[in-house]
């Protein structure tokens, strides 16, 4: 006998049973509600991409360890998409003369990456990828940020989230200030990011490492050192104050970027909390103005919720035209966990579905006129298959949670009556077929 | 200057914009809704599984010439679902002892098939899979043609549509009672399945061909082709008549079982037309009983929309326990189709969307406390990014093809008015933002 298959689902997915595609539906039908209602349009692209999408713009490690790649019947090397930007840059660019700015679209598609499972990260994921281009700076800077706050409030959530955001240009000033060279700035900023992981002396550690391995006179560290430490240990309002770095006008210039749009945030009254934090680097290489990066504040869910940023000339593989935007993704399972952790998700809804069985051979026809008459009226209707005693139909009806039991028998059918039961509260009643049954079944 | 690259879609996919996504959801958001009015329950699982799974059971025509498959960075072969039933079966066949039965689940998942495009066979396509598992054979046989039936009538569409259905153990007669072996009969199958695309001459010269070469004895091919022409031009009242196959106790079993069926259908009052066809063959190694393919009668759209049948042992390849089916499956490219063919498209909802546009720095906040406002009355709200003559603002109103203006502007707001404007019928007038506003949304 030949040996069977296994019934698990690849490594890394998930089958989503009737249970768990109702929630999906549910959460994802909040999310589209709220984009909707900022007048966010959804689009969708396929699932497969040409390769050279993400050899060019992807992140090193997605393409190198990450990427779903094979060659196809036609010899065309093809991805699974990993992320949704290069799909929306690719069909932007293809239409960016015509459509009216700004655009303001948004896509829920699933992503795979390779990854080892873990709590948070598995290989198949669905993403809810939020976009505004070409509109004014400031203003969608701060719409998109709105926009993430208003997610958090249509689930009641809001109160546990802080949006921490930081500038691209004020990280590059102050890189600039350091004199530490292309090398050294780029691993000061992998330093900058990796610090919520570090103990606090490995950190100094690996600073002064960098400082020293990067600086062309040894006299310049400890100045460098306090530098470092006053603009990591400042808030927004302390930023032109930190001694050296008020002489950089890009420094000064991009502190004002940050006020504005704080300026902007205030003025839009966010749900959620939001701070600068100049510990946001996100993307290294891909964003260029506002980045920012969301975190749950609860002790036991406490991590980095989702993230996003602005981006410069979004089209450039496909167009000669320019369009910046910023976006952020916000991923199924980490929003699942957050409605969990925080008892978010919907209590059980009584269920509504109605439940027809005949015990009478010569009332079939009779049932299932009924049934399409009270799909009419937009109830969900099961028929048990065939006639059978009402015993039996009761059983039937309680296995697939039916709310309501409607019994079809010879004499009672002749009255003009059938049996109605509420199998939540067990009580049984005869209506008429004409009018009470229909009165009953609108009061429900 | 590197070369740009392409912004097509990877041939025989497509890019979804918001015009085309917004008719996706509309159409399956229809279906979606009759389904559930049946009480059957969404599910989705894994877009990659195991390459087994498809080897197994699904035709060879599929595996080796359209399956995307390859092998993971773990050296495990996989492929991209090419169609829903491998998936549902492995699904079912991990829960089969605690899921209760009969069960109802439907399913509209991506499918990829490396296939040459063409009108109607594209290489993704989204495909509605309905199947009723373990459930009263007859009774659920007529359950799924009713609810084809009712998603057609949910379009409008029901009179185009005629469901032909045979019964595979008919046939398996009618070839047991012709004698020709098992590679004749399957040759005649295959002969019967392409009727339609061959013209008279030609099928009376294959069907020769076939008699003669499988036949123990030339005399007896007379005969043959005598019964074999009486059968194809049979209704089902007829069928207890055919000289010769009257006496197969199989036939006329399965011709019993037709006539069940009939019946059924009758007692359901389907919305469609439904006929007996002896030609309907249908996936000649899966189906084991009732099999049915729905047309499109309009001469404009002559082609076959859906197809479908029950089939035993679905979960074999998992488990030893049996459980046996009826589904069908409908593809999307297909139905729109058959939409676009019967204008059966919605028309253009005219848009509700309100923009809010400011003409004053000072009234800002104000602009976006209107906005949260209106929102949180379940309205589509977008503001202008910043402040602007309310020129400037009107014309980006119908840029994004807003309906309604509301215009911020510093003296009249201090009178507590705005000026709102009808966008379509281009009437204006100041309304108050305390009573007149919200009084006049509401009835819009």
Known sequence: MAEK??????KGSRDFYPEEMALRKWMFSKVRGVLESFAFQEYDGPLLEPFELYAAKTGDEIVNQQLYSFTDRGDRKMAIRPEMTPTLARMVAAK???????IRWYSIPNLWRYERPQRG?????????VDLLGGNVEQSNAEVLAIAGAIFKSFGGEQFVEIRFNNRRLMDAFFAHLELGAEGSYALGKLIDAKAKMNPEAFAVELQKILEANSKQASDVPAKTLIFQSFLASDLAGLSKIAGLKDSAEFIKATQELLDFEKQLSNRKLPVKTK?????????DYYTGIVFEAYDLSPENNRALFGGGRYDNLIGLFSKSELSGIGFGLGDVTLMHFLETHKLLPVNQDSQLIYIGCADEALIPHSFDLESQLRGQQRAVVSGQGFDSLKSHLKAASRVQARYFIGLLGDEWARGKVILKDLKTGQQSELSVKDELAKFLAAT
Chains 1, 2 share one sequence.
């Open 5 to 10: 298959l296994s019934t698990s689902p690849y």
């Open 96 to 102: 960016v003369q015509e459509l009216p700015k700004p």
């Open 121 to 129: 990260r598995l290989r198949e994921h669905w993403q809810i990828n």
């Open 276 to 284: 600068f934090d100049p510990s946001i680097m996100r993307g290294l």
